[in-house]
């Protein structure tokens, strides 16, 4: 599942950012330019389309063709200045500076404006668009199927449900990814809604503000993705009784509920999101955070080729010579687009483990939880606890 996810997000941003070429386009007569672009090639840049620019990109001069020193003009090299620029921009040129890193001799970067109209139009726009969705989505399922009530009589018994290290790791991991999310979406898209209405001024102190909880707020969320993980992930082995549940829609529109043990089949989807998501997330939070040091994607890209992958999407062979800067501008896109995806279906788990379910908060509240909750939502857990205690089961567990 998580190299389909891969795959898909993948396909999506590189098919937007627009790495595949159309090789089978007629290259167009440039005689009349002398081999340099004319008119039609502007003017298709200018409407977008994608062209092969080798004509350019490879048009740097030549310096063995360079007249001698003694000659006249001799001193300018085989490379006119427009060559020059080229090489610069297509990062073909031999530089040689003064600062050191792995990005010191990127002095153009061609593919910067791309990223950077990805960024500001598409990936705010079906973001957006995700999140209002989603809100929309759970504000109808509201009004069609309202709160979800515990069905029985309550015994007025609680159960231990989380001990105090499990809720204090989940309200890590919630509170961390809350004010993670806000401040993103304040970098992301405060420069298009915030400076609007507050002001250059005011925004620059939000975005200063932002930027540095978002940097130092994310270790607490990987700390607690780490907690999470371990606490939970022997709860969250798939097993026969999800078929069961899923099969049944979770009892959601139903009457009766399907046998669940401590987590659900849903409650599992959501805790392999977290930690598969969160865990992708971090990674390339991580490249962004230090600039330059991690680069994820010439790698994966040379995977994804060498396993066909790229191929039997259609996207031919994807670059692996990726500058410096680009790998950080796919790690930010890509950072940006699972987060939204996680967001996306985190604010469905609040809804559902707050206003959407009685009784389902006092489980990360208090840790206890009223038992005839427990026995209509997690019957086979019930039983375990109370065969752990020595209690005999109380009533009939909900078998259906
Ligand atoms: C105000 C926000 C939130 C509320 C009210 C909330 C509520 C809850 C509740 C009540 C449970 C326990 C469900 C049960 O007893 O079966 C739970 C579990 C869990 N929560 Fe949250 N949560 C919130 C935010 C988050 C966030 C932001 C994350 C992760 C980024 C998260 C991750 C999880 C996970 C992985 C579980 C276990 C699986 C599950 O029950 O779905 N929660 N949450």
């Known amino acids: 599942m998580f190299r389909a996810l891969i795959v898909l997000l993948l396909s999506v941003f590189i098919a937007s950012t627009s790495f595949a070429q159309d090789a089978t386009a007629p290259a167009p007569d440039r005689s009349a330019t002398g081999g340099a672009q004319t008119l039609e090639d502007i003017l298709a840049r200018q409407r977008g389309e994608e062209i092969d620019d080798s004509f350019r990109r490879d048009a740097t001069g030549d310096p063995d063709s360079a007249a001698g020193m003694a000659e006249q003009l001799g001193t300018l090299g085989g490379a006119s200045d427009p060559e020059l620029w080229r090489a610069l921009r297509y990062n073909s040129a031999d530089i040689t500076s003064s600062s050191r890193g792995p990005a010191a001799t990127v002095l153009v970067q061609d593919g910067g404006m791309r990223w950077l109209e990805f960024r500001q139009g598409p990936l705010i726009k079906y973001g957006g668009y995700l999140l209002l969705g989603t809100i929309a989505l759970l504000a109808l399922f509201f009004l069609i199927r309202g709160r979800i009530r515990i069905d029985g009589e309550k015994t007025g018994r609680t159960i231990e449900r989380f001990k105090s290290v499990e809720r204090f790791g989940h309200w890590m991991l919630a509170g961390s990814f809350i004010l993670l999310g806000i401040t993103g979406l304040v970098s992301l898209m405060g420069r298009k809604f915030l400076i609007p209405v507050f002001g250059h001024d005011s925004f620059a102190l939000l975005a200063t503000w932002s930027k540095w909880v978002h940097n130092n707020v994310s270790w607490a969320f990987m700390i607690a993705l780490v907690m999470i993980f371990v606490m939970w992930v022997v709860h969250n082995l798939p097993d026969r009784t999800d078929l069961n549940w899923l099969a049944k829609g979770g009892g959601i529109f139903t009457k009766g509920h399907p046998p669940a043990k401590k987590f659900n089949a849903g409650q599992k989807l959501i805790f392999w999101s977290v930690i ?125």
């Open 276 to 400: 598969v998501l969160g865990t992708s997330i971090s990674v390339s939070g991580l490249a962004l955070l230090f600039p330059f040091e991690i680069n994820l994607f010439s790698a994966t890209f040379a995977k994804l080729n060498s396993l066909g992958i790229s191929g039997a999407l259609g996207l031919g062979e994807l670059p692996t010579a990726l500058a410096p800067h680009e790998e950080m501008q796919l790690s930010q896109l890509w950072h940006a687009i699972v987060s939204f995806v996680l967001m996306a279906i985190i604010l469905a788990h609040i809804y559902i483990g707050s206003v959407g379910m009685e009784g389902a908060y006092a489980a990360m509240g208090s840790g206890e939880v009223e038992e005839q909750w427990a026995r209509e939502h997690h019957s086979l857990w019930v039983d375990e606890v109370k065969a752990k205690e020595g209690t005999a089961p109380e009533g009939a567990t909900p078998a259906e």
